[in-house]
């Protein structure tokens, strides 16, 4: 366990230098995002469909690089593909720059005391066990995550968002971690449907 834990601070240490390269204008940013606000809402954080993320106060490197993998078609997601075309990257700086400018948005858990308990030993603690690192590891105790590493704040994405994405790393269909070493299937791997359901409920809470 300690040889994992100490991969995933060099990961965080190694990724400093990558993280401090996106920068942009918020304000050229929020031209861009015109279009985006069919979505995503008008503040970021109000999708038409509870599988969009909250892009509202997402850190800027992170906002970013899933940009970047879009675009390129790295990470497949066809209907930001069809809107980031012709995009420059300057272009997608800034929409990243604009978005992590706004304040974010949490909700509330839904999930009874125990789905709680069971999701918060989780995120704090991990599952030695199973060899799942803790959540807050990564992404902060408060689950706002490491802007400087590039980490994402995971904290009130919508439960359904944090299901398909913990799902689709499980099973391999999401591989945008490869930076990373895979690290997020390697944690998403070791997890039952319960046990996403019960960290996505508690993260959409989590303040």
Known sequence: MQIQWLRVSLLGLAMVSGAALAAGDPEAGKMQAIVCAACHGQDGATGIDPTYPNLAGQNEAYLY?????????????????????GKTDQNLRDLA??????????????GDDESVALA?????????????AACSACHAPTGAGNAAAGFPAVN???AAYTVAQLTAYREGQRRSDESMGGMMRGVAGGLTDTEIAALADYLQGLH
């Open 65 to 85: 690089k899933q940009l970047q993998m879009i675009a390129s078609n790295e990470r497949q997601i066809l209907l930001m593909t069809g809107q980031l075309i």
């Open 97 to 110: 720059a604009y978005y992590a400018s706004l304040p974010g948005k949490v909700g509330e858990a839904a």
């Open 120 to 132: 918060e030993r989780i995120f704090r603690g991990g599952i030695l066990e199973k060899g799942v």
């Open 156 to 158: 009130g994405q919508p």
